[in-house]
């Protein structure tokens, strides 16, 4: 059975960082890409940043670029975000999610993890 795990989540202040974890089992995630996606209450879900494992490229909304940097870990089937310079507006269920396309930010995306809290004080 397919699975995406996330963690890292976690109260943290303004300019500081956090790293959110990815764990995927059940498919073969060196033929999928990862999308970090994130949901603020009252606002729609938003893609975040994507990572194409079968070639390392990556993409990220221009909201977070500069901040936030996704990377992987193969070996361990596990995709990383790391967030930097965390603004009070970052306040979100972080969301990862595989599909076997390219990357985009479409909702349209196989497997979806449960999602983990990030809650920046300012």
């Known amino acids: 059975e397919e699975h995406l795990v996330e963690s890292g989540g976690g109260l943290v202040q303004a300019g500081g960082s956090l790293r959110l974890s990815c764990a995927a089992s059940?498919?073969?995630?060196?033929?999928?890409?990862i999308t970090w996606f994130r949901q603020a209450p009252g606002k729609e879900r938003e893609g975040v940043s994507c990572?194409?494992?079968?070639?390392?490229?990556?993409y990220y909304a221009d909201s977070v670029k500069g901040r936030f940097t996704i990377s992987s870990d193969n070996a361990k089937n596990t995709v990383y975000l790391q967030m930097n310079s965390l603004k009070a507006e970052d306040t979100a269920i972080y969301y990862c999610?595989?599909?076997?396309?390219?990357?985009?930010?479409?909702?349209?995306?196989?497997?979806w993890g449960q999602g983990t809290q990030v809650t920046v004080s300012s």
């Open positions: 990572l194409s494992t079968p070639d390392g490229s990556t």
């Open positions: 999610a595989a599909d076997a396309t390219p990357c985009s930010f479409s909702e349209d995306h196989e497997y």
């Open positions: 059940g498919f073969t995630f060196d033929d999928y890409t």
